[in-house]
């Protein structure tokens, strides 16, 4: 159970290139107000939670963002926390784990989503090594254990087949071995979403928290939501189904309503 609920809705908060990427547009102001915009239209919808993710600022670096990018994200995620006040997460691409973890403790965040916890896999920036050592590590050096680490298992945008021998569900026990709080399920891509057998595979394998972290429609909300403990959402309520769109809050409200009990 997250956040109190028996599926938590997560909303995430896709930025417009940070300070340093290729497409920053100058005005660190136009990035905050379009980030509070959504969030507030994520709150207002009846979501339980939020994300931030530097979603825009492709091509990723590899394990690792610049001072700016940290900067920046400090900066956005206090002010959301500040004039949202829903429970609030990051994640920085790509697999800037340590980058995020501090950003969190700066601010008393409650989550981050890690990628390349266990196992090595080729993402699109190149080979990322696993983390966890040096993440729960660092969070135990900062004595920031209320900081949830919520980890991509087979994660989407990379291939697998350095580990093609390790199945989803043994992925999933050893990131509960290396302590992580919840494993992450996704599709192939953004938008695209996880199968039920591989949603019901990491259910059986471990007692932490599932979370579906991609591809939930009102196809698929109430199925998900039966086995899921959170759902982070963030193409589907776009306009027109594009990440890259900004909220339309029609589609925000024809998703919630196919949610049981909401």
């Known amino acids: 159970m997250i956040y109190g609920k028996s599926c938590a809705l997560i909303g995430a908060v896709h930025l417009q290139p940070l300070p340093g990427a290729a497409g920053y547009g100058g005005s660190m102001e136009a990035i905050l107000e379009d980030a509070l915009s959504e969030a507030l239209l994520y709150k207002k919808a009846g979501f339980d939670g939020l994300i931030v993710e530097n979603t825009?600022?492709?091509?990723?670096?590899?394990?690792?963002?610049?001072?700016?990018?940290?900067?920046?994200?400090?900066v956005i995620a206090g002010a959301l926390k500040d004039e949202v006040g829903l429970p609030l997460g990051l994640q920085i691409l790509a697999g800037a784990n340590l980058e995020a973890l501090a950003v969190a403790v700066?601010?008393?965040?409650?989550?981050?989503?890690?990628?390349?916890?266990?196992?090595?896999?080729?993402?699109?920036?190149?080979?990322?090594?696993?983390?966890?050592?040096?993440?729960?590590?660092?969070?135990?050096?900062?004595?920031?254990?209320?900081?949830?680490?919520?980890?991509?298992i087979k994660k989407k945008h990379a291939s697998h087949a350095?580990?093609?021998?390790?199945?989803?569900?043994?992925?999933?026990?050893?990131?509960?071995?290396?302590?992580?709080?919840?494993?992450?399920?996704?599709?192939?891509?953004?938008?695209?979403?996880?199968?039920?057998?591989?949603?019901?595979?990491?259910?059986?394998?471990?007692?932490?928290?599932v979370l579906v972290g991609s591809g939930v429609s009102p196809e698929n909300i109430a199925a998900f939501s039966s086995l899921a403990d959170a759902l982070i959402i963030g193409s589907y309520v776009k306009r027109d189904g594009r990440w890259q769109n900004k909220i339309d809050p029609k589609r925000c409200d024809q998703l919630l309503s196919c949610l049981p009990g909401r």
């Open 56 to 74: 825009h600022d492709t091509p990723y670096l590899k394990g690792r963002v610049e001072p700016e990018t940290v900067a920046a994200m400090t």
């Open 106 to 152: 700066s601010l008393g965040l409650d989550f981050i989503r890690a990628e390349g916890f266990v196992f090595a896999h080729v993402g699109d920036e190149g080979i990322h090594e696993a983390c966890a050592p040096q993440l729960i590590r660092r969070r135990f050096e900062l004595q920031a254990q209320s900081i949830k680490v919520y980890v991509d």
């Open 162 to 209: 350095l580990t093609e021998d390790v199945d989803l569900a043994e992925t999933a026990r050893a990131a509960d071995f290396f302590r992580a709080d919840g494993v992450v399920v996704t599709g192939v891509r953004t938008g695209s979403a996880p199968s039920m057998e591989e949603l019901q595979e990491a259910r059986a394998a471990v007692e932490l928290p």
